[in-house]
């Protein structure tokens, strides 16, 4: 009887050792599951986070110009510009981004304010350094580049106005050139978008997956 006892013992405490292991496998699975779903979250709210202004702003753009093709497109009362000569040196320079706050009807600017005007079939940000006013009431603004050693040719009326200068961003305007090309939309728009619902989506799979194999009982021939 004491040796049946004995036994009974030892094949309890075996069985205590067995509970014991598949619960610490069980919680080191757990911690293993928590550290890959919050990696994959952590790294998904960065490029949410970095990208998703970015798609917010090209999609608004694109409206903007569908919608009114004959101007810049703009987002929110702006309009960003890229900067294609170094006439304004050295406030800005070519290849920078430029932000327009696009102006009201008639609306009166100051001297020495950089203003954005339509000049044939393109887009001029020069300072003004002179202001006029006609007979009439009507106001025209000689504009001059500060790298330009003389004023603009013809004077700026209030209708070629866009708006004021109000902010550039060094070498950001040849990526905004490269985002409006083909390839720069899969780069910078549809890659970061996929990239983000695969980091979402895919990471609960893969451990519900390891989970269901886990849990599945094993066979042996």
Do not use: W
Request: charged share 20%; proline share 6%.
């Amino acid at each position: 009887m004491e040796k049946i006892g004995n036994e009974y013992e030892t094949e309890n405490e075996e069985m205590e050792d067995i509970t014991a292991i598949d619960n610490f496998d069980k919680v080191q699975e757990k911690k293993q599951s928590f550290s890959f779903n919050k990696i994959s979250n952590i790294i998904g709210i960065i490029l949410c986070v970095l990208f998703l202004p970015i798609f917010i702003v090209n999609v608004a753009l694109l409206i903007s110009y569908a919608v009114n093709p004959d101007s810049p497109p703009g987002f929110m009362g702006y309009t960003p510009l890229v900067v294609e000569s170094d006439s304004m040196t050295p406030f800005f320079t070519k290849d920078d981004l430029v932000i327009i706050r696009n102006g009201e009807e008639n609306q009166v600017y100051d001297n020495g304010t950089v203003i954005c005007f339509e000049s044939g079939n393109s887009y001029i940000s020069h300072r003004i350094v002179k202001v006029t006013k006609k007979e009439n009431g009507q106001l025209l603004y000689t504009t001059q580049g500060d790298a330009n050693n003389t004023p603009d040719a013809n004077p700026v009326n209030s209708s070629q106005i866009l708006g004021s200068y109000v902010m550039n961003f060094k070498g950001l305007g040849g990526l905004l050139m490269f985002m409006q090309t083909p390839i720069g939309m899969i780069c910078c728009v549809i890659l970061p978008v996929l990239l983000i619902f695969l980091l979402f989506y895919i990471p609960p799979k893969v451990v519900a997956a390891h989970k269901k194999r886990k849990s599945s009982p094993q066979r042996y021939a």
